[in-house]
């Protein structure tokens, strides 16, 4: 009711004149009507009053964010293609683009849009720094000289052929 100060109204939960069961227009979820008013919303704020201390919420927010990321960066490292990380690396291109496109929109930038949007993915350049750490793979060097020599006899073989053909009679005629 309006003079008591307890959850359902009167002195104790239940208990009094205008208690939550009793469909009074002030308790809560009481009344015929499902819209409640402003002022029925405040009294109920003022009924359900919760304190929160901020320090042990930061300090558990601040314990499960480092959490997080230390999971996050670990399973970079152990899983580097699992289904996890790949939706890592989706949610940072998603959000950089949503940042991109926010950002165009606002300072106008229309004509950039469209690159954002249907951007191609492009092959990045290598500098020479990322060359020189780059290590070939063991045996490769025996695998490209394999390939290199059966391409080698493949056009041995082939300008053989087109030089057996253009022997023939009556090729060049037709041909030629």
Same mark, same amino acid.
């Given at each position: 009711?309006? #003079?008591? %100060? @307890? +959850? *359902? &109204? =009167?002195? /104790?939960?239940?208990?009094?004149?205008?208690?939550? $069961?009793?469909? #009074?227009? %002030? @308790? +809560? *979820? &009481? =009344?015929? /009507?499902?819209?409640?008013?402003?002022?029925?919303? $405040?009294?109920?704020?003022?009924?359900?009053?919760?304190?929160?201390?901020?320090?042990?919420?930061?300090?558990?927010?601040?314990?499960?964010?480092?959490?997080?990321?230390?999971?996050?960066?670990?399973?970079?490292?152990?899983?580097?293609?699992?289904?996890?990380?790949?939706?890592?690396?989706?949610?940072?291109?998603?959000?950089?683009?949503?940042?991109?496109?926010?950002?165009?929109?606002?300072?106008?930038?229309?004509?950039?849009?469209?690159?954002?949007?249907?951007?191609?993915?492009?092959?990045?350049?290598?500098?020479?720094?990322?060359?020189?750490?780059?290590?070939?793979?063991?045996?490769?060097?025996?695998?490209?000289?394999?390939?290199?020599?059966?391409?080698?006899?493949?056009?041995?073989?082939?300008?053989?052929?087109?030089?057996?053909?253009?022997?023939?009679?009556?090729?060049?005629?037709?041909?030629?």
């Amino acid at each position: 009711g309006e #003079g008591s %100060d @307890s +959850y *359902g &109204g =009167g002195d /104790s939960y239940g208990g009094g004149g205008d208690s939550y $069961s009793s469909g #009074g227009y %002030d @308790s +809560y *979820g &009481g =009344g015929s /009507s499902s819209y409640h008013s402003p002022s029925q919303v $405040s009294q109920f704020m003022k009924k359900v009053n919760i304190k929160v201390p901020i320090i042990p919420v930061l300090i558990i927010s601040s314990v499960l964010l480092y959490a997080a990321m230390v999971f996050t960066a670990f399973m970079y490292q152990v899983h580097p293609e699992s289904i996890f990380t790949n939706c890592c690396r989706l949610s940072i291109n998603m959000s950089t683009n949503a940042y991109s496109i926010g950002y165009n929109l606002y300072h106008c930038r229309l004509g950039e849009i469209p690159p954002i949007v249907c951007a191609m993915d492009d092959d990045d350049d290598l500098d020479d720094e990322e060359i020189a750490r780059m290590k070939p793979r063991p045996g490769i060097g025996k695998a490209l000289e394999i390939e290199h020599s059966k391409t080698m006899e493949r056009a041995a073989t082939e300008t053989k052929a087109k030089a057996t053909s253009s022997k023939l009679p009556g090729f060049a005629k037709v041909f030629g």
